[in-house]
């Protein structure tokens, strides 16, 4: 991949695999309210657009289910408490980022998880190279609004010139749309290569370490 000068990240599918520790909670919330439980490959379907998306997915008529708040509640507590449990980054990607960091590069993380589990998460896995991590609270829009890259972009006190959004999914593809600039969809995540090819996806990384400049 070219070189650039701020490299931000997704962080679900794209840093880490979260997907065992998101369908636990998933399904522990859902038990506590008498309801179905999800398998993997269906809550692997339902991220990408923050919590209360994949609960309103996740529980039986979403939003219309009078036990919906109760069971989300349930559902980020749970999370608060477990999404260490089995979350780790992907393979290759620690090298990745302090070889980035390294180079001087800008990193940040931009997430639909809610604010709290995203800077838990970053602190935990990356202290030493992520600068910036942004996740989803009220006073902000989330992706694929471009608020929260712009949000980012702020902290790291630089412009969008010189920027990359990199992630895994169709609601990263239209982010970095939305915010002018350029995405790298990774293959090792939540969507296959023909679902992002169909949402717009053009530049493709099968492995961590094609995101360096010299790969």
């Given amino acids: 991949m070219k070189e650039f000068e701020t490299y931000i990240f997704d962080l679900d599918g794209t840093l880490l695999d979260t997907l065992n520790d998101l ?3 998933t399904n522990y919330a859902l038990k506590s309210s008498g309801m179905p439980e999800r398998t993997i490959d269906e809550v692997r379907q339902f991220v990408g ?3 209360k998306k994949l609960m309103e997915r996740a529980v039986p008529d979403g939003l219309e289910n009078p036990l919906f708040e109760r069971t989300y509640a349930a559902f980020r507590q749970h999370y608060l408490e477990h999404n260490l449990d089995t ?3 992907y393979d290759g990607i620690p090298e990745v980022l302090a070889e980035l960091k390294n180079r001087g590069k800008n990193i940040a993380i931009v997430s639909n998880k809610f604010y709290a ?3 838990d998460l970053a602190r935990h896995f990356f202290p030493d190279t992520i600068e910036v991590a942004i996740g989803e609270r009220e006073d902000i829009n989330k992706k694929p609004a ?4 712009i949000e980012a972009l702020r902290q790291l006190g630089v412009s969008k010139e010189g920027a990359v959004y990199i992630g895994d999914s169709d609601v990263d593809i239209m982010t970095a749309r939305n915010s002018g600039l350029p995405c790298a969809s990774v293959l ?3 969507r296959n290569k023909d679902f992002l090819i169909e949402n717009g996806g053009n530049l493709f990384i ?3 370490k094609e995101l360096l400049p010299d790969s």
């Avoid at 471009?146 to 890259?149: A, E, F, G, L, M």
């Fill in 49 to 51: 657009n923050g919590v």
């Fill in 23 to 25: 369908a636990a909670s």
């Fill in 87 to 89: 979350t780790k980054p």
């Fill in 206 to 208: 099968e492995e961590p």
């Fill in 117 to 119: 589990a995203t800077q």
């Fill in 188 to 190: 090792w995540g939540f």
């Fill in 146 to 149: 471009p608020d929260t890259v």
